[in-house]
């Protein structure tokens, strides 16, 4: 089984960063990208960033372009999320998802909040 855990949510100023960790364990081999989500109440989900699981390939919604960056610690099977410029649209639970070929596994969601 595979386990995903987030943490780094907070509440932040405009302009101000903040860096996602999701951190995954269990049965990952086999994995071939590691993506992260955000849902902001009354809105669907929507796509925001994600890494291929060598971290060789990443993508990004344009809403994020230039602002967030996806990486990936091959080390610890952990991919990070480095929101700078946050603007208060970016308020939102983001999710991680880990895919494989076959499955595919959401983390429990961290809380972010951009407020002055």
């Known amino acids: 089984q595979v386990q995903l855990v987030e943490s780094g949510g907070d509440l932040v100023q405009p302009g101000g960063s903040l860096r996602l960790s999701c951190a995954t364990s269990?049965?990952?081999?086999?994995?071939?990208?590691v993506s992260w989500f955000r849902q902001a109440p009354g809105k669907e989900r929507e796509f925001v960033a994600g890494i291929s699981w060598s971290g060789g390939t990443t993508v990004y919604a344009d809403s994020v372009k230039g602002r967030f960056t996806i990486s990936k610690d091959n080390a610890k099977n952990s991919v990070s999320l480095q929101m700078n410029g946050l603007k208060p649209e970016d308020t939102a639970v983001y999710y991680c998802?880990?895919?494989?070929?076959?499955?595919?596994?959401w983390g429990q969601g961290t809380q972010v909040t951009v407020s002055s």
């Open positions: 269990g049965r990952t081999f086999g994995s071939y990208a």
């Open positions: 998802k880990l895919s494989q070929r076959r499955s595919y596994f």
